[in-house]
């Protein structure tokens, strides 16, 4: 876990399975890769404070430092979502994958920080319980960036992933924006229980197992 983005006592944390439910068989009743995932839950309603929900960042901090956001051309996973998850907070109660970054924006040369966030979209029902396929975040739902870079590009709340990196690619003195770091997250806002495997960060999917994460180089 990425313990500085991390806020109450939730889990994120690798594991076997998880399995589908009692009626479903075939690729979509297990893991996509290996036997294992990412597992995690978060709550609403255990932090102390006028906010009470939790979040779980798990990710790595090392690896993608200094790389170049906009050389970010796959990214993506798949994800292994309940009945319940929706229940409490709807089709669009799902996971997030996060890039801290340097945004090197040329209207803002002292900001050296913001998060670029995908929100995946709503899941068809027919997912539920069970492994969804790979979910594109170059195509599916939507992303903003955080703090004043979000203000300044126009994606404070909402932009297609064409729209955020042609507002990143502005060529100016600051330099390219860079990752920090990469990460999959979930918070603050609905309860959920669920796991995530098969990150694809450009050529490498990353396989989550209770031993570790594997990257599976695509060809």
């Not at 255990?46 to 200094?66: C, I, L, M, P, Q």
């Not at 492994?131 to 975040?137: Q, R």
């Amino acid at each position: 876990m990425i313990a500085r983005n991390t806020i109450g006592s939730p889990v994120a944390d690798l594991r076997d399975g998880p399995y589908g439910s009692y009626d479903k068989t075939g690729s979509s009743a297990r893991p996509p890769y290996g036997t294992g995932s990412l597992g995690i839950e978060v709550a609403d309603e255990s932090v102390a404070g006028s906010d009470h929900r939790e979040k779980a960042e798990f990710g790595n901090e090392v690896d993608f430092y200094g790389d170049s956001v906009l050389g970010l051309k796959n990214v993506g996973f798949r994800v292994f979502q309940t009945s319940e998850n929706v229940l409490v907070g709807g089709a669009d109660n799902l996971p997030n994958i996060r890039f801290e970054i340097d945004p090197n924006l040329t209207s803002l040369p002292a900001n050296n920080y913001s998060a670029l966030v995908w929100v995946p979209a709503a899941f068809p029902t027919t997912y539920e319980n069970q492994w969804s396929p790979y979910v594109d975040a170059t195509t599916n739902g939507h992303w903003f960036l955080t703090g004043a870079a979000g203000g300044a590009t126009g994606c404070a709340t909402s932009c297609t992933w064409a729209q955020i990196k042609t507002a990143l690619d502005d060529s100016g003195s600051a330099g390219r924006p860079t990752i920090h770091s990469a990460a999959v997250s979930k918070g603050r806002d609905d309860a959920w229980a669920g796991a995530v495997d098969g990150l694809r960060i450009n050529q490498n999917i990353y396989d989550f197992e209770a031993d570790g994460v594997n990257a599976r180089r695509v060809n």
